[in-house]
């Protein structure tokens, strides 16, 4: 089977002031197409900046990344965002919902940006609504959803588009346990139906059950557990 993502020699790190705070060290794995991968570690491993590099928000201090055998490193930032913008879905663990915007107006949003025809776009917003089990919240503003309901427009959202990845960023964090449950049972099935590759970084050891592959981020090493 193709290797659908690859990063090697991966390193990247900040300065604190006037220290050099090392977050990545020549990390290097492979991930293979419709695959769902959680990568562990604690608050502040890093998790969220491997995560950043792969989307092309940041980029690395040293090492490669292909996505679908394009290599994001030798892209233009330019280049790195309208790539961004048709090929991954993100989730956060704040939702990142736009308040001013109604449940449909933020779903359809990722297709306006890639100007799909304004009928197809609702079209497919209101399928991706309903198969979250929110249809009825087209409407509404996000103010007036719960944590979990919030949560699932968001997972509409990331994958309106028919993204080639998706990546979740502590897609449970902010959940109740039982809310999270469900969210992550949601999310994974949805991706395993779509057939697309799923990369989540959590704390959570109950997100690795749902996994095919599990890794651990640890003092800048990505190392697999399985």
Do not use: C
Request: avoid cysteine.
């Amino acid at each position: 089977m193709n290797v659908f993502l690859r990063f090697q020699d991966l390193t990247k790190s900040y300065y604190e002031g006037d220290v050099r705070r090392v977050v990545l060290q020549n990390a290097q794995a492979e991930f293979r197409p419709g695959e769902i991968t959680a990568i562990l570690g604690k608050s502040g491993s890093g998790k969220s900046t491997l995560l950043n590099l792969i989307s092309g928000i940041d980029e690395p201090d040293s090492g490669q990344i292909w996505v679908d055998g394009r290599d994001l490193t030798a892209l233009s930032e330019r280049e790195r965002t309208l790539f961004r913008r048709t090929s991954i879905g993100f989730i956060f663990q704040f939702f990142n919902l736009i308040p001013t915007l109604t449940v449909g107006e933020n779903i359809s949003l990722p297709l306006e940006l890639n100007r799909v025809a304004r009928p197809l776009a609702l079209k497919k917003a209101q399928e991706m609504l309903g198969a979250v089990g929110l249809l009825e919240r087209w409407d509404t503003f996000p103010e007036k959803l719960s944590g979990g309901e919030q949560q699932r427009v968001a997972l509409a959202r990331a994958l309106v588009h028919d993204p080639l990845l998706i990546l979740a960023d502590e897609p449970t964090g902010n959940l109740d346990e039982e809310t999270g449950a469900q969210v992550l049972a949601l999310l994974t099935r949805l991706t395993r139906e779509q057939n697309r590759t799923l990369l989540m970084v959590t704390h959570s050891q109950e997100a690795a059950i749902h996994a095919d592959h599990v890794f651990r981020l640890s003092h800048g090493q990505l190392l697999a557990e399985r």
